[in-house]
């Protein structure tokens, strides 16, 4: 019987070293095969001496060279993927030799041991962006006011402008910081006796004009009758003096007219005998609310005769300059902000009680401000300056006007700042406290400062409680300032603010700032449908539905019922048998994706690989000639024909033949996003077919290709956000934390919130590197 058992095991033995040997063996026989495959097709081009598009495959066999190099073996997987390589001129492997190369690189990629990889990455301390700056003073003071739409642009990098190794500090910025500071201080601390005057800024997103007036410089000058409307935001209600300069130029028999308007309602009516060079000052006082008002100025009398014989006299015109709106010149205690109140309830009776009583309204916004819990000895400094203000003869609200104003330029409020070193964590790794965690949770989700909620959990140390922060982000998902997600987040993943920058040929197309202006809130509105009904995130590639309003349904050629008396309303309308589906014939993507004057498929085609498929195509080489060049070859070509020829250059080719279908695809949109079946006397040829193969017809047939790889759009979706939620670069130590959020994120059927969710619970956004020592 022993001997049957000792046989036995050692047919066991046998048996599983051999498995061991053949599995072996076969990996050793795949990398031998790989490396040939470099050798015979790739590594003439992409050595160290010569790393066409930056890509190399020289160093295939050294240990580490997957983990050193894990982009650019990325890029090596992506283009062996989309059989962009070897370029159609070189010697060709066969499609199984590729394939093979290809799922070789892929499972050396993805080979990564998570158990030994433990780091979270590097956070570098960064500034509050533009955005962030004005919601962060929206939320914590509950004004409508944008002072960063004042400041220089941000800093881009990694396709975000939270990214804290780009966001520089220029000292025009730190200017900036003091002029907002003080402009937010004179808001939300009413002194009385000190009326400050806030000049109405003319500008296009202040303003709208109806009729025959348009903006010159800081006046508005009408030539025929119109109307202007000012729209001006009150933090304190009160007494208020809106004043305007005003010209005209005069003719006819009677003086040039002026109304002005509030809520709609005439409240000033003047005929104007100044002149234009020699303006005069008119003030109407006004008692305003909390909360936003139109103002209104009208020119009501023009006067035109071209045939009279004094030139003079042939057009009476009127001209606004110079508006300001002064005030409140008087409150009444029970109007002022919960915060004001504060302060009149603790206006110091004694000049001795100056320190304690500013300690008391101070601490009711410093800790929210700083986003944290400061000591007494932290508040003292504020404290001081109200003493030393008050000490100066001037008011206490002053006082408490100069510490906000101190308060604000801190380090502390214009820098996330995560504090503490790894010291004695395993590795310099360690937790992030509790409002350190709040103010990652906040900016991701809000693009703005935690609420009191998050930061009475925060103090409470529960925050990072996993079942307290599921239920945190529910909330916070449900909160109206989640549309901060749309503005930092979409806009910049979908490039939506490039649109601002398209000005399309106003000889080929009939393009408005209004329809732009539609296009743009349609694939907001899509992108927020998604996140809060939590659908899957391929509605973004075949989702038959849209939102529209009266503008853009009659762009697309829609029958869509708006109701009359608001035609800027969006509702959502089905695509059922309408060859349009999700974003990629969104009018707002197609626009960005083309030139003035036409459609763009290679533009087109690069940004589905970039924004879909996660494949970044490099940069077209130098010395190729633009497509320009072939349309002069072919004048009487269709342009699919010019860009085949632009094609036969074979440095060309090879990127080409990826971007080329995918934009060819969408050809039956045109560069504004109409639907159209001929280009010019052209038929619209949006056939193709795909690097691996797939042939489809017309747009509805790519879209079902491209939602196949749903995985790979789910995956880029996946990397874009934990970037942005990071505020910095992925690097391959990062690839643990995605993985394991994709195996989620296929359990709940790819919905929206789970990619959200499992980013907030992951190591990278849960943790942080300690400082080196």
Known sequence: MLVQIWKFAISCWFFAACSIVTAQSKNDIASARASEFFQNYCVDCHNQEEAMSGIRVDHVSETGSFLEFRKNWKRVNEVLRFGAMPPEDAEQPTANET?????????????????????????????????????????????????????????????????????????????????????????????????????????????????????????????????????????????????????????????????????????????????????????????????????????????????????????????????????????????????????????????SNVSNEAAAVLDMIIHRVFRRELSPKELEPYKTLVQLVVNKGESFQRGIQVAVNAILVSPRFIFRLEGGEGAGSVKGIRDLDDFELASRLSYFIWCSTPDDELLNLAREGTLSNQKVLRAQLSRMLSDPRVQGLTAGFATQWLNLRNLNEVVPDPNVYEFTDELRDSMQRETELFFEHVLQENLPVFDFINGKYTFVNQTLAAHYGLQVVVPASDSDQYVRVSLAGIPRSGILTHASILTLTSNPNRTAPVKRGKWIMQNILGVRPPDPPADVPVIEVAGKA??????????????????????????????????????????????????????????????????????????????AFARTLTERMLVFALGRGLNYYDECAVDKIMKQLKKDEYRFQTIISEIVLSDPFLKRRGEEK
Not at 224 to 243: D, K, Q, R
Not at 296 to 317: E, I, M, T
Not at 652 to 669: I, K, T
Not at 673 to 694: A, M, N, Q, W
Request: glycine residues 8%.
């Open 99 to 351: 394939k093979q190369t290809q799922l070789w690189v892929a499972n050396r990629i993805n080979s990564i041991d998570c158990d030994l990889i433990s780091d979270p990455g590097r956070v570098t301390i960064r500034r509050l962006n533009r955005l962030e700056y004005n919601n962060t003073i929206r939320d914590l003071f509950g004004i409508d006011f944008r002072p960063a739409d004042d400041f220089p642009s941000d800093d881009v990098g990694e396709g975000f402008d939270n990214i804290g190794d780009v966001l520089s500090l220029p000292p025009l910025l730190l200017e900036k910081y003091l002029t907002a500071a003080e402009q937010v201080s004179e808001r939300i601390v009413y002194v009385p006796g000190s009326e400050t005057a806030n000049k109405v800024l003319i500008d296009k997103k202040d303003i709208s004009i109806v009729g025959g007036g348009r903006l010159s410089g800081t006046s508005i000058d009408f030539h025929s009758n119109g109307t202007v409307t000012l729209l001006v935001s009150i933090e304190t209600t009160g007494s208020y003096e809106f004043s305007v300069d005003v010209g005209a130029q005069q003719a006819g028999p009677e003086l040039a007219k002026m109304e002005l308007a509030l809520g709609g309602k005439n409240v000033f009516k003047q005929s104007v005998s100044a002149g234009r060079d020699d303006p005069r000052k008119y003030t109407v006082k006004m008692e305003l609310s909390v909360g936003q008002h139109k103002i209104a100025l009208s020119f009501v009398n023009d006067f035109y005769n071209p045939k009279h014989p004094d030139p003079s006299q042939r057009d009476r015109n009127i001209y606004f300059s110079n508006v300001t709106l002064v005030g409140p010149t008087s409150v009444a205690v029970d109007e002022l902000s919960s915060f004001n109140k504060l302060i009149h309830d603790n206006l110091p009776l004694e000049s």
């Open 634 to 711: 072919l004048p009487n070509s269709s342009f699919r024909e010019q860009l085949n020829l632009h094609r036969e250059n074979a440095v060309c080719a090879s990127c080409h033949n990826q971007m080329d279908p995918l934009g060819f695809g969408f050809e039956n949109f045109d560069g504004i996003g109409k639907y159209r079946i001929k280009d010019g006397e052209f038929p619209v040829d949006s056939s193709g077919i795909l690097p691996t193969g797939e042939k489809f017809d017309g747009p509805m047939e790519l879209v079902d290709i491209l939602t196949s790889r749903g995985a």
